[in-house]
């Protein structure tokens, strides 16, 4: 019952922003620092969603074979690699470590 | 047009990984179309299975893909100027504000074309996500264990992902760099979910130090 509670408040606090931007008058959202800051948090958030469930186990810290596969995923994004490629060197990178050592 | 193609398959193979994720998270069927259904923002998606299948407080979880939704608002404001769409098909057309149809949309010389490209873009979109989602969460029972796959790899990778297109100056660095070290240091002692919101702390504290320096003759 809470998993179903958490994803109706998600879909509808989710679509109740999407929607807010498109109806608020201009101004409100366009102060810069309001700007900056609605630019930084994704970054931060991103940052942070990558690196726990790279290294997340529980509540430990561990090096797996999901650290090979974000590697190859980060070689892929420097090489300009599309969207497709990038996850899937990650998938295949992590199943590949992963049949190998385990 | 070949853009379009390599995006919608993108997009079909996160689907299938969202599918497989969420029920690997111990989400149903029912749910993980839901999500994809209704929420259709999918950083925020794995965000929240990805907290509820670590065991982290519901609330947590459901913050974290809040905040990270909180990005379409913008997007919408700069599509409602380019758009200028009717009344009645703004609430419509609110759904499918995301990454992508916003990035199409802006990249348009003008607005008929910008018109076109958002709605392309987001019925493609809406379709295979929602239809990989569903073969994906089906999938998964087949497939076993999501790891042995090395599909649990597919989140953290779709994050990375959208994060590099997000990194374009010092303080878009400083700010990811931060957020990594907070993520990390909370993660043992607070509870899942808990992390990542600390985490995002680093947007305004970077803004505030940044500002303080600039400030300085």
């Not at chain 1, 807010?20 to 620092?33: C, F, H, K, N, T």
């Not at chain 1, 790279?54 to 892929?76: E, H, I, K, Y």
């Not at chain 2, 997009?11 to 690997?24: C, D, E, I, N, P």
């Not at chain 2, 997000?166 to 400083?174: D, V």
């Amino acid at each position: 019952m809470t998993v179903w509670i958490a994803v109706a408040v998600t879909a509808l606090g989710c679509y109740a922003v999407k929607l807010l931007g498109l109806s608020v008058p201009a101004g409100l959202l366009e102060r810069p620092l309001v700007r900056r800051l609605a630019a930084l948090v994704p970054v931060a958030m991103l940052a942070a969603l990558t690196a726990i469930q790279t290294f997340g186990s529980g509540r430990d810290l561990v090096v797996d074979a999901r650290a090979a596969g974000l590697a190859a995923a980060a070689v892929a994004l420097l090489l300009r690699a599309p969207f497709l490629v990038v996850v899937g060197a990650a998938i295949v990178v992590t199943a590949a470590v992963r049949a190998l050592t385990g | 047009m070949r853009d379009a193609l390599g995006v919608g398959v993108a997009v079909g193979l996160s689907g299938f990984a969202f599918g497989v994720t969420s029920a690997g998270a111990g989400l149903s069927l029912a749910q993980t179309c839901v999500l994809s259904l209704f929420v259709f923002t999918g950083a925020s998606q794995f965000a929240l299975v990805g907290a509820l299948g670590a065991g982290g407080n519901p609330a947590a979880a459901v913050a974290g893909a809040l905040f990270l939704g909180v990005r379409n608002a913008f997007y919408g404001l700069r599509l409602s100027h380019l758009l200028r769409l009717p009344g009645p098909v703004r609430p419509l057309a609110a759904h499918w504000i995301i990454d992508e149809t916003s990035a199409v949309a802006m990249a348009q010389p003008d607005r008929a074309s910008a018109r076109l490209g958002f709605t392309v873009t987001g019925v493609t979109l809406y379709t295979l996500w929602n239809l990989t989602t569903l073969l994906g969460a089906l999938g998964a029972e087949a497939l076993g264990d999501p790891s042995a796959w090395g599909l649990d790899a597919a989140g953290p990778a779709v994050f990375l992902a959208l994060l590099g297109s997000m990194l374009k100056g010092r303080q878009e660095t400083l700010v990811a760099v931060l957020a990594v070290v907070l993520a990390l240091a909370c993660l043992p002692l607070l509870p899942a979910g808990v992390p990542v919101l600390v985490a995002a702390l680093a947007a305004p504290i970077v803004l505030i130090v940044t500002r303080r320096k600039e400030a300085r003759p």
